[in-house]
């Protein structure tokens, strides 16, 4: 089972530079995810979606865009890339009934030079 | 949604149980607890949720207090792989059925040989 993946793994951008992290799951799930990890830090939400169709910003969003292409991919763009921004990028997915758990992909490490 | 309040850090002796404490004093009726750990750089796994009743599954227990403002993550017997960072969660789901799953800065548990 693929669950949910997420690619690049790794990616070194220039500043000003843009570029779309990709995330797909295969569970049928209808909410997904975006979240950041700076070092020695908790995750942060960036954006999520409840369905297809629907984003929502989370606590960090400003300097990202999303879109939730269809039920099984939610794309993260970072449309002019900052040094701020250099941090582990993880997507996750959950059914949307309240007692069900979430699966996170493995991360995207991007460095911003 | 419900703020959590975990101790920075733990360390458990290999063998003995680890119990996390977790705090949400704010939690409201229909918001779940979760817990989920973080191993390394690896994406966030989930370990157990509950509402208002104790449960245990295969990776540990959770204690809910009668009132629901704090809980208790239980590893009965840790080993050297549990050493992550423990999230605990409070997971709110609108009338609308969507949901966010903010995280916390988590627990840092070091199991000791």
């Known amino acids: 089972n693929a669950g949910v993946t997420q690619t690049p793994k790794f990616q070194v951008l220039k500043t000003g530079q843009s570029m779309t992290l990709q995330c797909a799951q295969d569970?049928?799930?209808?909410?997904m995810y975006w979240y950041r990890q700076d070092p020695g830090m908790g995750l942060r939400l960036i954006y999520y979606?409840?369905?297809?169709?629907?984003?929502d910003k989370g606590e960090v969003p400003n300097g990202y865009n999303v879109s939730r292409l269809n039920k099984r991919e939610f794309s993260l763009r970072l449309e002019s890339a900052a040094p701020s921004q250099t941090s582990v990028y993880f997507c996750?997915?959950?059914?949307?009934?309240?007692?069900?758990?979430?699966?996170f992909g493995q991360g995207t490490r991007l460095t911003v030079v | 949604d419900a703020k959590t309040t975990q101790p920075t850090s733990m360390d458990c002796a290999e063998g003995r149980a680890a119990n996390l404490p977790c705090n949400h004093s704010?939690?409201?009726?229909?918001?779940?607890v979760y817990w989920y750990r973080q191993i390394h750089s690896q994406g966030p796994q989930y370990i157990i949720h509950g509402l208002k009743n104790n449960e245990t599954n295969e990776m540990a227990s959770l204690i809910i207090t009668e009132d629901r403002k704090s809980s208790t993550l239980i590893l009965p017997h840790a080993t050297l792989r549990d050493t992550a960072v423990y999230y605990c969660i409070v997971r709110l789901v609108s009338n609308f059925g969507n949901e966010k799953l903010t995280f916390g800065t988590g627990t840092r548990l070091t199991i000791i040989p």
């Open positions: 569970m049928n799930h209808n909410s």
């Open positions: 996750a997915s959950s059914a949307v009934r309240v007692n069900t758990e979430a699966f």
């Open positions: 704010t939690i409201s009726g229909n918001e779940y």
């Open positions: 979606s409840a369905s297809e169709g629907t984003t």
